[in-house]
Nanobody
Framework: QVQLVESGGGLVQAGGSLRLSCAAS????????MAWFRQAPGKEREFVAA????????SYADSVQGRFTVSRDNGRNTVYLEMNSLKPEDTAVYYC????????????????WGQGTQVTVSS
């Protein structure tokens, strides 16, 4: 199994940027495809971005395409989410997740989860 710990959340003004990190420990990080999800109050957890084991393939939700970038450093056992041009509707708790299969956009497809980090975007 793998343990995941997110960091980098905070309060930012609309139009600003944040970079989230997710550090992994345990079983070899590079065997896992990784993803970011988010959950706003009163809403279901939704897919944000995913990255393949080797980092060569990525996918994004339409709502963040062109503003967010997912990347990973297998040497550092870390996956990142660079968020630019943030909007108030991006406010949510952001979670990283791990799966042995790349490309899933449903939360149930991911077995391992971090505890989440809060991102708040003020207008």
């Amino acid at each position: 199994q793998v343990q995941l710990v997110e960091s980098g959340g905070g309060l930012v003004q609309a139009g600003g940027s944040l970079r989230l990190s997710c550090a992994a420990s345990g079983r070899a990080f590079s065997v896992y495809a990784m993803a970011w999800f988010r959950q706003a109050p009163g809403k279901e957890r939704e897919f944000v971005a995913a990255i393949s084991r080797d980092g060569r393939s990525t996918s994004y939700a339409d709502s963040v395409q062109g503003r967010f970038t997912v990347s990973r450093d297998n040497g550092r056992n870390t996956v990142y989410l660079e968020m630019n041009s943030l909007k108030p509707e991006d406010t949510a708790v952001y979670y990283c997740a791990a799966s042995l299969t790349y490309g899933g956009q449903r939360a149930l497809e991911y077995r391992y989860w971090g505890q989440g980090t809060q991102v708040t975007v003020s207008s």
